[in-house]
T-cell receptor
Framework: ETGVTQTPRHLVMGMTNKKSLKCEQH?????MYWYKQSAKKPLELMFV???????ENNSVPSRFSPECPNSSHLFLHLHTLQPEDSALYLC????????????????FGAGTRLSVL | GQNIDQPTEMTATEGAIVQINCTYQ??????LFWYQQHAGEAPTFLSY????GLEEKGRFSSFLSRSKGYSYLLLKELQMKDSASYLC????????????FGKGTRLHILP
């Protein structure tokens, strides 16, 4: 148990569906992240929220829409996805403090395995 | 730009020692992380290096040489449960302290 919970663990959806992924962290952190993990590719950072404000959008297609209502919850809204979007979607959180000496270690959830048909 | 290289797969024997190497190129190095990820589970933090040298934590140690852009993760007294992917990641201060991950090394432990 890492303190970061993701639901659902598995999701199968058609290209016309709309679904949402949920992430909740119980660590009191101030930053949350969405990553995409595809086979044989490195973890790809999608979105970053610091203090509920989106600070990073890594050229992600608009069919992925993040939402961060408070510092403990993060959502990823999905609509009209493509088969190539099938992947493991990981959420992470950290206590972000900038400057030297801060490790800013990210703690990950177990992920949502998404299959787009 | 950034580039992180680590072997795709390695195999070792239970009870032995294995070293997983990672090389990186980054414009604003600000720390290197190692994570362990079992299949279907969350990546879990193993170690952090920001200064040159060796950091030891039980059976696991991590080494960093900033001048060479090189790190390794050393696993001693291997156990079957150490079969997992090991992710090397580098933080770049010139990119808002973003953490960039390598593709990971899948380690297989044989009895």
């Amino acid at each position: 148990e890492t303190g970061v919970t993701q639901t659902p663990r598995h999701l199968v959806m058609g290209m016309t569906n709309k679904k949402s992924l949920k992430c909740e962290q119980h660590l009191g952190h101030n930053a949350m992240y969405w990553y995409k993990q595809s086979a044989k590719k490195p973890l790809e950072l999608m979105f970053v929220y610091n203090f509920k404000e989106q600070t990073e959008n890594n050229s992600v297609p608009s069919r992925f829409s993040p939402e961060c209502p408070n510092s403990s919850h993060l959502f990823l809204h999905l609509h009209t996805l493509q088969p190539e979007d099938s992947a493991l979607y990981l959420c992470a959180s950290s206590q972000a403090q900038y400057g030297s000496g801060n490790k800013n270690i990210q703690y990950f959830g177990a992920g949502t395995r998404l299959s787009v048909l | 730009g950034q580039n992180i290289d680590q072997p795709t797969e390695m195999t070792a024997t239970e009870g032995a020692i294995v070293q997983i190497n990672c090389t990186y190129q980054t414009s604003g190095f600000n720390g290197l992380f190692w994570y362990q990820q079992h299949a279907g589970e969350a990546p879990t933090f193993l170690s952090y290096n920001v200064l040159d040298g060796l950091e030891e934590k039980g059976r696991f140690s991590s080494f960093l040489s900033r001048s060479k852009g090189y790190s390794y993760l050393l696993l001693k007294e291997l156990q079957m449960k150490d079969s997992a992917s090991y992710l090397c990641a580098v933080r770049d201060m010139n990119r808002d302290d973003k953490i960039i991950f390598g593709k990971g090394t899948r380690l297989h432990i044989l009895p």
